[in-house]
């Protein structure tokens, strides 16, 4: 697929076909080429995404805090995987990337991820039982606090796994981890985090 839309690429703009010039990797062609596809794929999970939180319309309708962590939740562990991906990816530049345990660097991204998840997840908690409570919403404190930490957490769990792998696959792949890493990884969480969030809402409702 990428051929065809490198091929309708130099048909609208003219140039020539890709060198082997390291510097190629920055040019319009080459970003337009490697990211269009992947753009095209996460519209569509995007999509998927709307259609399962649809299915939960009537549980977030009797929950008004629920219906204010969904949006908070998805976008902080959007953000944490921005932050994770892109210091990873400046790592794998400078030659310091090395997918182990024993690498101080990944073990110091990990645990900040995890001490800002925790803080942040523990504050919305409370503010979304707060906001809940004066729009009539029943949950208690306790349940509203429980659900924000568990499926946050939870959350970055997963952004810590997938940062890590695709910053991996897409280095091996020949792909700009600075290009690929984050919408696959942010888009992967907006599905997922729907799923995670209204699982451990079952649980402890």
Not at 10 to 27: N, Q, R
């Amino acid at each position: 697929m990428s051929e065809r839309i490198d091929d309708l690429f130099e048909s609208l703009f003219g140039g020539e076909a890709a060198s082997d010039d390291p510097l190629d990797d920055w040019s319009t062609r080459s970003i337009v080429t490697t990211m269009l596809p992947l753009l095209m794929v996460l519209s569509v999970l995007q999509m998927v995404s709307g259609s399962v939180l649809e299915a939960f319309e009537e549980t977030l309708l009797a929950y008004p805090s629920l219906l204010i962590l969904v949006p908070v939740q998805i976008g902080t562990a959007g953000n944490l995987a921005s932050i994770m991906c892109a210091r990873l990816s400046t790592q794998l530049h400078l030659g310091t990337f090395e997918l182990h345990p024993s690498n101080p660097d990944v073990r110091a991204n990990v645990g900040a991820i995890l001490a800002l998840a925790l803080t942040v997840f523990s504050l919305v908690g409370v503010a979304a039982w707060a906001i809940g409570r004066t729009l009539g919403g029943t949950l208690s404190l306790a349940q509203v606090f429980t659900i924000s930490m568990l499926s946050g957490m939870a959350l970055a769990l997963l952004v810590i796994s997938l940062s890590l792998l695709s910053v991996t696959l897409s280095f091996r792949l020949g792909y700009d981890p600075d290009d690929t890493t984050i919408p696959v990884v942010t888009n992967v969480c907006d599905i997922v985090g729907v799923l995670i969030l209204f699982g451990v809402a079952t649980i402890v409702l």
